[in-house]
């Protein structure tokens, strides 16, 4: 329905199995992680706003934790925003789809802490928005992968800059970095490969 559901976790150890939805059917989800660890493990996905009229917003921060590495994350599944935002804390994903359908919107903020992902993309290049935002954040590739980050609407890169940590792994990244003002700069870390393959400003 139209109803509001947030969880708020500041310490603690929380393990989910089976889907996870934040924001369903028309509601609002919101998912705020200041400390602790949240895990997401088994069968089924990671759905941030599903169905029309829903939205989602999972904001990582402090020294909270996000861990799914078995099954995909869709920030905006269908007919709804979802947006990540990562201001402190660490998430680990596999691949993380920034509008899964076209009738969708999905944004990841990275501001603050860390994120791996093993590849950043989307389920449909019809979306209209599916962006990717540097802001001091720091993007650590999960495995090597010759299309790293791909296919979004935009990457901007803003005042606080890109960070990113190759690890030990050969990334490339296809997708065009754009500057989105204030000379944030890119910074490359990691003992991996970096490659930069799109048309960059």
Same mark, same amino acid.
């Given at each position: ?24 059917? =028309? ?25 029309? =009229? ?148």
């Amino acid at each position: 329905g139209s109803g509001v559901g947030e969880y708020d976790m500041s310490g603690g150890v929380v393990t989910v199995q089976g889907w996870l939805a934040v924001g369903r059917e =028309g509601g609002q989800g919101i998912l705020n992680i200041s400390g602790g660890s949240f895990s997401k493990v088994g069968g089924g996905g990671i759905s941030i706003a599903h169905n029309g =009229g829903a939205s989602g917003v999972v904001t990582i921060s402090g020294t909270g934790t996000f861990i799914c590495t078995s099954v995909d994350t869709w920030v905006g599944e269908n007919a709804a925003p979802g947006t990540w935002n990562m201001n402190g804390g660490t998430a680990i994903l596999g691949a993380v789809h920034l509008a899964q359908n076209a009738d969708a919107t999905g944004v990841m903020n990275l501001n603050g802490g860390s994120l791996t992902a093993t590849e950043i993309t989307t389920g449909n290049n019809g979306a209209s928005q599916r962006e990717l935002d540097f802001n001091g954040g720091t993007l650590v590739a999960g495995a090597d992968n010759a299309n790293f980050i791909h296919d979004l609407s935009a990457a901007n890169v803003q005042s606080g800059g890109a960070v990113i940590d190759t690890a030990a792994h050969a990334v490339s990244v296809n997708q065009a970095l754009l500057d989105g003002g204030g000379n944030g700069g890119l910074t490359n870390i990691g003992t991996g490969t970096l490659r930069l393959n799109g048309v960059n400003t």
